[in-house]
């Protein structure tokens, strides 16, 4: 249609002459600057290449080579392809204003500097013309190859069977089709935007664009006017474009109160967007026709129209409309989009089905209260998995270079015919417990290698001394879990990298545990699984040295022919590598699977443009006192991701022995998932494959369930113009056994426990809810809601229990004044009673830990237990059991053990024994008091120690004892007494006097009995 008119191209300007005072050669042309340069290329691309090619071994070693083929192959299609299309139009707009340009240019006084700079340029025209391209295509190209996950998600789409309610379209057009829609879009826009500006800038040096020839301050040839004049035509078409989007990406907008699109939104912004995009049409035509008939007038007057419109029609207007028509009557206009975000946020987040049950919560502690919720009482956990991690490492370290987490993990296993919840903890390998001594690089990478063995103790029970009741542990492993491979090849403190392996001929050198009967005082192992990828070959041990930056590798005799290198080794990591779509739990527990040791990992599926959903924040929505403490990789990762779509679609299992990674499609209905799973096949297991063992340790995720409740804490109103009111909006509970301010919220706690309205106890998750603070400074801690949800997910092989996943909220009623977590932890320590206890404990010379706080909804109102744990004020500190404190209503009581506890608070009789019943009065061990005993003051217990015994089930529970707060001079001058024999004993250990170290002893066992007297009886 129309033609560019090319003049011949003109002749060729002669090149200047050689400069002949220019003596020596450039530095470039020095043939030593030339090697050192390809050298430095070398050795670069060399390093570069290592860390590519050892990629590639690792994901084929693991099984999921496709996860990295497919990233790579897309991206690299994605790069070549905005590459070329950034470099072709911007080489196409700076070679048609070339070719193009006027061979005669009248002369002005302006010209004279054009002049200079073109011929400045001119010499670096044709290079120019090349690199430019190619420079702005490459960033271009990267950009691009950043959008794979879009790109892949939009060729492989799935429907959600969910349709928006403005436009009627499915939410798999926003989550999939737009996000791809939009980048390619504003990927042309950009091309174009900058074709323009070089054709510009082409011109002006060449003649196309003039100034200062009178009449007009400037002028265009025809071909400039054309070229021009169809770029910004073709700029104003992809505007318009990215207009008629822009109604669809404000379904999804995130709102000062509720997301999506809204009154004004509807009824203002998206009819201005189309009426933007209409101008933007006809703009784009008002420069085709300027560059026909090279009269300017009607393009600008249409972009002074935009602007126009973009001011009154896209800000004004719909301010207006905000301000005049909703606001006065917000509730009313409001109420139908509301509703739509309701609606779509409980669809989004899973909570369609929750089962809202109104509770009465009576306050009344009659005797037999807890006979029907016996299950509940026997299963309440008094283990505190935030607390008892250095009892852990005291009774079951075994050695320096082993440790655990400082958070443990709540699990539940069959002990016998009974399944009991448990605190379980995997050994793993710290080398920095080695020691500066031995730190050498053969014990950092061939000999200290893995950890060894899982400790678990009962949940609900300790032992005389308040110390875990362990049931598997030592060196070698010993006790019910039957764990037939015990090495921890890979977990969350692994080594960066550990070589293992070798022939069957080669002397084993990795450690493999301490053992008192050897002669060398530790037993070796030789890794035989299939961990990692072969580093003896020649090619291999310069490709791992070039990772590693080691020379060892090379050198090392410790490397042999058949040697693995482990790396990567944290389930966390191992993960995230292969599926890298998946946003992934902040905890990663252990279990032990068929007498292996097993990682696993939740993986959830999200997306941020599901229309009208309320977006969530993951970093405050799952922050609590736990993540807060630990700073687990999982919540730094999601910290500030914005979702409003989220599933648990994913669960995922990591050997500890051999690192293989077993990604199981948990939610098979997900559409988010079954994108993915097109896109790598093969790479998911059915849930059909899952043992009855595994089965029955795979659980409800924390932070799945944090999210939910975040979520429910305003969405459980599900009436539009209750939710405008926002005046039964509800949050979760500040942590009440931390002090200070800010303190983060409350953690959900993994227990067994009946709901009112199942018939059977089961493993749950569970929180509370108070009443959220109406304004500054009020802090009501008034109980509204308890939510708990079924973890259970069954033992039977590849079926998951109907029951899991259901979500129970009771709602206590709006007249009701019911006490919340923050009030209870009050009552507790201004207690009397519990005040005499706590003061009584730490003048023995202790400091006492407040336990956490659970909440059950038992005996038709809601009972309170924490445990109180005591450690030594100095040296040696860990933590053992020692009182526990309940409350029911408006009665609170302290004992040794929990039944006895529960006999006070319930007039002598609770109806119910916990797990601690046979246990009798407890007694400070030496550990405590600031003795040398067994376990305390870092000695290391016995290689071949059994775990503790069981507690049997045929014990009586302790009878309920006075409620009087103790005190009076008896009480006094024994705890005078103790206080200076425990001084006469330390000061007798320390001068070595054995003779009087043990009348002390002797003076401080009459003390203890003084105090015991003198004191009140448990339960007071």
Known sequence: MFSLNLPPRPPRPPRPPRDPGRQGRPLLRSPLAWTVFILVVLALALVAASKLWT??????????????????????VLFVIGAVVMAAVVWLSL??????????????????????????????RRPALILVPALVGLFAGGNAAGQWEKVLLALNAHKFGEADPQFGLDWSFYVFQLPAIRFGVSFLMGAVAIGLIAAVVMNYLYGGIRAGLGGPKGSLTKAARVQLG???AVLCLLVAAQYFLDRYSMMSETGDRWDGALYTAVHANMPAKLIMACIAVFVAAMFVAAAWRGDWKLPATGLGLMVLSVAVVGWAYPALIQKFSVEPTMQDKEAPYIQHNIDATRAAFGLEDVEVTSYSAKTDAGPGALREDADSTASIRLLDPTVVSPTFRQKEQNKQYYDFPDVLSVDRYQIGTEKRDTVIAVRDLKLSGIGEGANSWVNQHTVFTHGYGAVAAYGNTTDEQGWPSFYEGGI???????????????????????????????????????????EAGQVNNTYDGDGGPNVGSALNKVLYALRFGSTN??????????????????????VQKVAPYLTLDERVYPAVVDGRVVWIVDGYTTADSVPYAQHQT??????????????VAGINAIASNQVNYLRNSVKAVVDAYDGSVRLYAWDTEDPVLKAWAAVYSNNLTPVSEISSELMSHLRYPETMFKVQRAVLAKYHVTDADSFFSQQDFWKTPADPTQEGENVPQQPPYYLTMKMPTQEQATFSLSSTYILASAGQ?????????????????????????SDYGKMRLLRLPQGTSVAGPGQVQNTFVSDSTVKSEIRLLQDLGTEVIKGNLLTLPVGGGLLYVQPLYVQASTGTKFPSLQKVVVGFGEDVGVADTLTAALDAVFKGDAGAEAGDSDIGDKELGPDLTGEEGEGGGGAEPSASASPSARPSSSASPSAAASAEPPGGDALDQALTDLLEAIDAADSAMRSGDWDAYAQAQADLEAAREAVEAARPQDGG
Do not use: C, H
């Open 553 to 574: 590798i090379l050198f090392s005799g410790s490397v042999r022919p058949e040697s693995q290198i482990l790396y990567d080794r944290d389930p966390y990591v191992r």
């Open 95 to 124: 070679w048609v204003a070339y070719r193009a340009r006027p061979i005669y240019v009248p002369e002005s006084d302006s010209d004279q500097v054009v002049d200079r700079y073109r011929s400045q340029f001119e010499p670096m």
């Open 618 to 631: 993951l970093g405050v929505a799952t922050i609590d006192t736990i993540s807060a403490r630990t700073g």
């Open 476 to 518: 070698p492993s010993q006790g019910d879990l039957d764990i037939e491979e015990p090495r921890v090849y890979f977990g969350t403190t692994s080594p960066e990298y550990s070589i293992v392996g070798g022939g069957e001929g080669d002397k084993p050198i990795e450690l493999d545990y301490p053992s008192d009967a050897e």
């Open 230 to 232: 169809l770029t910004a």
């Open 777 to 801: 400074g009020d802090d009501r801690s008034v109980l509204k809601g308890f939510l708990a949800v079924n973890s259970e997910t069954g033992d039977t092989p590849g079926q998951v229990d």
């Open 55 to 76: 990629e590639v071994l690792w994901f084929r070693q693991i099984g999921f080579l496709n996860v990295f083929t497919t990233q790579w192959v897309t991206r690299i």
